[in-house]
Structures are given as structure tokens and as C-alpha cells.
């Protein structure tokens, strides 16, 4: 069992106890959360903002500096107690000069966010990946606490996946590692947002899902609670999919089904080359819709497996939810601070 309090695999050293406040941030494309964490890592408080979407960096910037002095206000905490501050960003980054390396919706390119948010915080800042930090939160502090070899998956508008090998982050020779969604699992299949041809996440994902109703809708198929979305598949949210589940919509029910058999299969080919003894499953569309989803996806990816291997990995639900990347990028920062 991990010991919750002490230093992690990132190992850092005491906190000074007037700064027992530590700062969790999960930047999305079209929300951002800050969370701000007691020395037990406790919720002290937390606020939600919209993501600009003009993809202008200081304007995002801004967003962020001004949701956590929000967050901040609302815990009645002054910046002076925070010790750090862990960023969870939808980009690989490079993690000893704290730049985001690339986010093609927000514009943020070679960006340098550590230093930026460093100069207007006064704390250390910490960056990740945030499927890597959601990963590590349900690692640390949620659903794989006392694990060693797991891997955490999240769904939502592509497929991101994080991984622990022998109770340490991986990240690869050069930070990319966890791409799950862009294993192909269909040689010519359809076509994927990275430009390649039958990745998982082309037919895992929310968007892949969205496409799928939108074929319905041209079909004279349109479930009920699309009605508004149309034809436009970017309007389609994991709520509607949710309602439509418990409405006992069929063709809802068939969506979820092939994004969650496909998964079965990414799953699948995830256990055949490293071998971990637990998947998390998280993300915006699993949370939502929860045991159909793993139920399928499980049985999928243990009918793509040899029967030795399948028994020997657990398949469960993200514990911490939207609070997995904040928790995890939080744990990263106390741990590597000083």
C-alpha cells in the first residue's frame, strides 16, 4: 500500500507548514478547473471556467490566473500559503523547461507556461499531460492506490491514456508515451483526426460516437434527445448520450456499445504489451454512462485475449472523475518540489 502523505516517486521533501495549500489545474480545450488541496490533499475548494476559444495564449493565460485567484478567494487562502502549483494540459510537454508543447485548439505552440504562471504566482509550477495526470491522481489517491503496473484511459472528445510501470510514471524517450488512441486496430478503417486510417479513436472516442448519430440522422434514425444537435456533430455532448441510455433509445444503445467493444480492443492490445493488473476507465463520456460502458468494453477486450492474461487485469471506473487531473498534477508538483 502507498503511503498517501509521504513523497512519491517524484520525491520532493518537506513543505514548509505555512504553505500547506497546493494548487490542482486541469486545462481542457473548453473548460478549466482549479482546485486548491490541503496538505491531505483535501478539496478545500474548487472553481470551473470556460476556456476562451480564441486559441490567444495570454487570453488564456489570464482565464487560468484569474480561475484560481478565484478558487483561491473562495478558500479564503492567500497565495502566500500556496506551495506549488501542478498543471494538467491537453498537450505533450517538456517537463524540465515547463513548456506546452502543443495544443492545435488553443494555440499554445513551444509555449512556455511554467515560466509564464511562475512570474504571476510566485509558487514553483509544475506541468503534465493530463490523461498522465489523471492517471497518476487515480494512482496516488484513487481507484489504482497500492497498485504497480496500471493504466488509466480516458474518453472524451479523442483518447488519451496514461501509464504506471512498476509504481512510476512512463513517459517515454520523449513524452509521447500513452497514445492509445491512435492504435490502429483496423487497417483502412476510418479516418482519424491525426490524419492515419482505423485508430481507436476513431471509433472510441465522443466524436467518433457523434459522427455515428449524425449517420443516423441522415438515415431517418435521429434518437430523440439529437434533435437539436442535427447535423452537427460537434454539438453532440456526453449527456445526450447518457439521457438517451436511460431512455432505452436502441440506436443510442448501439452507439455505446461500438465505441465501448472497440475500446475492448485497444484494452486488449494495451494488455498484450505491458501486462497491467488494472485499467482505469475515466473521462467526460465514461463517467457519464458509466457500468454499460466498462461492462462492454471489458468483456470485449477479454474476448481478444488469452484466457491466462485476461484473468490476470482488473477493469474498473475512474474513483476521482473530473477531479483525477488536478488531484494528479497536484501530487506531481508537491512531489517535486523542493
Not at 50 to 73: C, H, Q, Y
Request: proline share 4%; aromatic share 6%; hydrophobic share 40%.
Amino acid at each position: 500500500m502507498i503511503d498517501e502523505t509521504a513523497d512519491g516517486p517524484h520525491s520532493g521533501g518537506d513543505m514548509d507548514n505555512d504553505k500547506r495549500y497546493t494548487i490542482g489545474f486541469d486545462l481542457g480545450g473548453t473548460k478549466m478547473l482549479s482546485v486548491v488541496f490541503d496538505a491531505d490533499y483535501k478539496v478545500i475548494a474548487q472553481e470551473k471556467a470556460r476556456t476562451p476559444p480564441d486559441g490567444d495564449p495570454a487570453v488564456i493565460l489570464e482565464a487560468m490566473d484569474a480561475t484560481v485567484r478565484k478558487s483561491l478567494k473562495t478558500a479564503g487562502i492567500a497565495f502566500d500559503r500556496v506551495n506549488c502549483a501542478g498543471i494538467g494540459v491537453p498537450s505533450p510537454v517538456d517537463r524540465a523547461a515547463g513548456i506546452v508543447i502543443s495544443t492545435p485548439n488553443m494555440g499554445l505552440f513551444q509555449y512556455p507556461m511554467k515560466k509564464e504562471l511562475e512570474a504571476k504566482w510566485g509558487v514553483p509550477v509544475f506541468l503534465e499531460n493530463d490523461t498522465n495526470a489523471g492517471t497518476y491522481g487515480e494512482f496516488r489517491r484513487g481507484a489504482g492506490k497500492g497498485k504497480k503496473h496500471m493504466a488509466g484511459i480516458f474518453v472524451g472528445t479523442g483518447i488519451g491514456a496514461g501509464i504506471i510501470l512498476d509504481g512510476k510514471l512512463y513517459c517515454g524517450a520523449s513524452g509521447y508515451a500513452g497514445e492509445v488512441g491512435h492504435l490502429i486496430i483496423m487497417e483502412g478503417g476510418p479516418l482519424c483526426g491525426c490524419g492515419q486510417y482505423g485508430c481507436l479513436e476513431a471509433f472510441s472516442s465522443r466524436t467518433a460516437m457523434a459522427k455515428d448519430a449524425v449517420a443516423l440522422a441522415s438515415a431517418g434514425n435521429m434518437p430523440s434527445v439529437f434533435k437539436q444537435a442535427g447535423s452537427d456533430f460537434k454539438l453532440y455532448k456526453s449527456k445526450m448520450f447518457e439521457l438517451g441510455l436511460k431512455e432505452n433509445d436502441p440506436n443510442v444503445r448501439k452507439i455505446i456499445e461500438r465505441s465501448a467493444w472497440h475500446m475492448g480492443v485497444g484494452m486488449a492490445n494495451l494488455v498484450n504489451i505491458l501486462n497491467p493488473e488494472l485499467i482505469v476507465l475515466g473521462g467526460g463520456l465514461v463517467d457519464r454512462i458509466g457500468m454499460p460502458y466498462l461492462e462492454t468494453a471489458r468483456a470485449s477486450m477479454q474476448g481478444h485475449l488469452m484466457a491466462g492474461i485476461a484473468k490476470s487485469v482488473t477493469v474498473v471506473l475512474s474513483e476521482l472523475k473530473e477531479l483525477a487531473v488536478p488531484l494528479g498534477a497536484a501530487c506531481i508538483a508537491r512531489e517535486e518540489t523542493k
